[in-house]
């Protein structure tokens, strides 16, 4: 499954920005999708995950009540909102699909990633 993320970008702190990954197969609607993102320095870590049929989500503690992650499987579509945006959440961000299904991974499919910068 390839994946392609989008939407990132330079956004001042408070502000929204909605990531958007695109996949080229059609098996991706009966995959979970997630998002996870690398700050410079720290460990790539789990942000957001979402089941095939987007009966179960779950955040990082983090960004619970900000984000919103939601997929489109008739677009091969996955979707990660983002309202207020911290400078924390600086990183750059990567869409991943699971073949197990579980929100939370292991993801073997990754997209190559687009940077989200939140100044303050």
């Known amino acids: 499954v390839q994946l392609q993320a989008s939407g990132g970008g330079l956004v001042q702190a408070g502000g929204s920005l909605t990531l958007s990954c695109a996949a080229a197969?059609?098996?991706?609607?009966?995959?979970?999708a997630g998002w996870l993102r690398q700050a410079p320095g720290r460990e790539r870590e789990f942000v957001a995950g979402?089941?095939?049929?987007?009966?179960?989500?779950t955040y990082t503690d983090s960004v619970k009540g900000r984000f919103t992650i939601s997929r489109d499987n008739g677009k091969n579509m996955v979707y990660l909102k983002m309202n207020s945006l911290r400078p924390e959440d600086t990183a750059v961000y990567y869409c991943?699909?699971?073949?197990?299904?579980?929100?939370?991974?292991?993801?073997?499919?990754w997209g190559q990633g687009t940077q989200v910068t939140v100044s303050s």
């Open positions: 197969s059609h098996t991706y609607k009966t995959y979970a």
């Open positions: 991943a699909a699971s073949r197990s299904g579980n929100v939370r991974g292991p993801y073997e499919y």
């Open positions: 979402i089941n095939w049929d987007s009966s179960s989500t």
